[in-house]
């Protein structure tokens, strides 16, 4: 059975649901680019991690959604290539017609098919690989395993890094934070829950991670200025989780 594909309304914001009350994407109508849902905030979370000149060049996108990601990325990370893989071509045609999904052009190309095979069939490196994919129940399936996360470690580059969106409230939340951590050898974080409910885990590799937490409010505040995506509230949670030790994220 084929899943049902609904538009709602309400309060200068349009939502994507797949047939349930789940919220799949969210759009502010009069400012289409920022990022509305606190989660898909808190993917781009990588940013306070690099030079945002430099980094992301290449960033895959797992889970299309109402594009929000994908908005955001090619309006405010102008040097970045971008792969975006979603498996229900229902969900790219809703995305086109009710959420301002750009064109393809030389920087985002946009391909239907399941995410977990992407991982395990392409040769392609990338600095940023961020995972949204939910079903109508909010089941990520195959995108919550322990091969799907070596996979994707593997298609990362020297200095890349994942983030992934969890259901907090579900059961298995917290042991697919441990299969990340697996995967990645102890080289990542679960941020605290937000209001929704979503967790968002970062796993990086390469090169140890260590900033103050100066220099974090520091690159929040200019990431603000810059694209209008505010992280400084993401930054002062993980302080109070007790996420930071010694007032500094070490990854």
Known sequence: MSTPID?????????????SEWIQGA????????LELAYTREMMAGLLLHDTDEWPRTALVIGLGAASLTRF?????????????????????????????PD???????HVGDGVRYVTETNRKFDLILVDGFDRNARAGGLDTAPFYAAARSCLSERGLMSVNLFGRSRG????????????????????????GNVVALA?????????????RDRAHKLKELTELDLRQTVT???????????????
């Open 27 to 34: 759009m502010r109508i009069r400012r289409p680019y920022a």
């Open 73 to 101: 990325i090619h309006r405010h990370c102008p040097r970045t290539h971008m792969q975006v893989v979603e498996i229900e071509p229902r969900v790219v045609a809703a995305a086109r017609q009710f959420f301002k999904l």
């Open 7 to 19: 538009i709602s309304e309400d309060g200068g914001v349009r939502y994507l649901h797949f047939g």
């Open 104 to 110: 393809e052009d030389e920087r985002l190309a946009i």
């Open 204 to 216: 990086v590799q390469g090169d140890r991670i260590e900033l103050p937490l100066a220099e974090l």
């Open 237 to 251: 949670r993980l302080e109070q989780a007790g996420s930071l030790p010694g007032g500094r994220l070490i990854l």
């Open 173 to 196: 939340f917290r042991a697919s934070v441990e299969r990340i951590i697996t995967a990645f050898e102890d080289r990542a974080i679960a941020f605290p829950s937000c209001d929704s």
